[in-house]
């Protein structure tokens, strides 16, 4: 099949497929830069792991940092975007870890309070979901249920953070 490799060239693909086989007797696709056959182009890389196997673990370890710090990164930013649904979420393993979810609690109400939250802070002004009586207080420990839920502005939040 000619041309196929300008075809792929010419939509902008990464891949081509000719049906035909190479030179190794592989039929599989090819990279469309070079024309490289896949599968020559993994056994070469393959055995190039086999021969170099301290190079190979010492980029694996780099590449893993990397990806680590972009992660890392991406979840720095994501909290900074979606500090409700960081709450919600950080509520949530609070809860868990307290182990005050009951299986009763409903979760679809829970994360009603959330989006609420998150509606009422488009305003400008940031709202809470605060539990009424808290997972882990002195005389009571409430739980992470929609009964216990209300929302708040962040300083009558504090306030009362304060008072407790
Ligand atoms: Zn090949």
Redesign the pocket.
């Given at each position: 099949m000619k041309g196929a490799r300008e075809l792929a060239k010419q939509e902008g693909l990464k891949h081509y497929f000719t049906g035909l086989?190479?030179?190794?007797?592989?039929i599989?696709k090819r990279q469309t830069s070079d024309g490289t056959?896949?599968?020559?182009s993994r056994?070469k890389s393959a055995k190039w792991t086999l021969l170099n196997r301290e190079k190979y673990l010492e980029l694996k370890a780099v590449s893993n940092d990397k990806r680590k710090h972009k992660n890392q990164a991406y979840a720095r930013m994501w909290r900074q975007t979606n500090p409700e649904k960081k709450n919600a979420i950080e509520a949530n393993r609070r809860a868990s870890k307290l182990q005050r979810t009951p299986v009763w609690g409903n979760h679809s109400n829970i994360k009603m309070f959330y989006e609420v939250a998150e509606v009422l802070s488009r305003g400008g002004v940031l709202f809470h979901v605060d539990h009424i009586i808290p997972l882990k207080g002195k005389e009571a420990s409430g739980f992470h249920v929609e009964n216990n839920l209300q929302v708040l502005p962040w300083h009558q939040n504090l306030r009362k953070g304060n008072r407790l």
């Open positions: 086989p190479c030179k190794h007797g592989h599989d056959c896949m599968a020559c056994e």
